[in-house]
């Protein structure tokens, strides 16, 4: 099945707050999607807060993938300015059951 990165970055104003509030959801989704997440994490300002995520997550299809995203509590409660969902190839050092 295909990868997909799903890569978000906040709102500069509101985005930090936004997150803070809707973290617990937002890593409960997480856990519900189960084994279809692959690899997920925040990225950083130069402060060291979070300023956006990277999911990378295995989908039947980019539609899928943009379905899946769509029920993000992040997104859903507006922490992300944009959104971009590309197909992404595990190329170095990828789990046995990818490669």
């Known amino acids: 099945m295909p990868l997909f990165a799903i890569i978000c970055t906040d709102k500069p104003e509101e985005g ?3 997150r803070q509030q809707n973290r617990a959801n ?3 989704w997480l856990a519900d999607l189960g084994d279809a997440v692959k690899a997920a994490g925040p990225f950083l300002d ?3 807060n979070p300023a956006g995520s990277l ?3 295995e ?3 980019r539609a899928a993938a943009e379905a899946l995203a769509g029920q993000d509590p992040y997104r859903k409660a507006g922490v992300f300015a ?3 969902i590309r ?3 595990w190329l170095i050092n990828p789990p046995a059951e990818l490669a």
Request: glycine share 4%.
């Open 82 to 84: 944009q959104v971009e």
């Open 26 to 28: 937002h890593l409960q």
């Open 55 to 57: 999911i990378i997550i």
């Open 87 to 89: 197909p992404w190839k």
């Open 16 to 18: 930090l707050k936004l």
């Open 59 to 61: 989908a039947e299809s």
């Open 46 to 48: 130069d402060d060291g």
